[in-house]
Nanobody, 124 residues
Framework: QVQLVESGGGLVQAGGSLRLSCAAS????????MGWFRQAPGLEREFVAT????????YYADALKGRLTISRDNAQNTVYLLMNSLKPEDTAVYYC?????????????????WGQGTQVTVSS
């Protein structure tokens, strides 16, 4: 499994932006799709965005399209999530995950390595 460390979360006002980063422990991380999920208090973990191993396929949660950009730098073993026009309902712990295959997936079951999460809090 790959060890993943997220960073970049924090407190931001509504309408602001944040860029989350996820650093992977091994160079083989570029063989796998990467994804972002989030979990708000009292709610189930939900899919946010995913990118295939070489970046050619990207999917976003329908409700978040237009406000997110996922990208990866395989030379740096890092994946990013840029979030714009943040809303209070975006408040959650955001998790990075490494997939079981190179193919982007919206399903949490298709990921087998997870980071500890980074808190994003959006104030109104």
């Amino acid at each position: 499994q790959v060890q993943l460390v997220e960073s970049g979360g924090g407190l931001v006002q509504a309408g602001g932006s944040l860029r989350l980063s996820c650093a992977a422990s091994t160079r083989t991380s570029n063989m796998y799709a990467m994804g972002w999920f989030r979990q708000a208090p009292g709610l189930e973990r939900e899919f946010v965005a995913t990118i295939s191993s070489h970046g050619g396929t990207i999917y976003y949660a329908d409700a978040l399209k237009g406000r997110l950009t996922i990208s990866r730098d395989n030379a740096q073993n890092t994946v990013y999530l840029l979030m714009n026009s943040l809303k209070p309902e975006d408040t959650a712990v955001y998790y990075c995950a490494a997939g079981r295959s190179p193919w982007a997936s919206t399903k949490a079951d298709n990921y087998d390595s997870w980071g500890q999460g980074t808190q994003v809090t959006v104030s109104s």
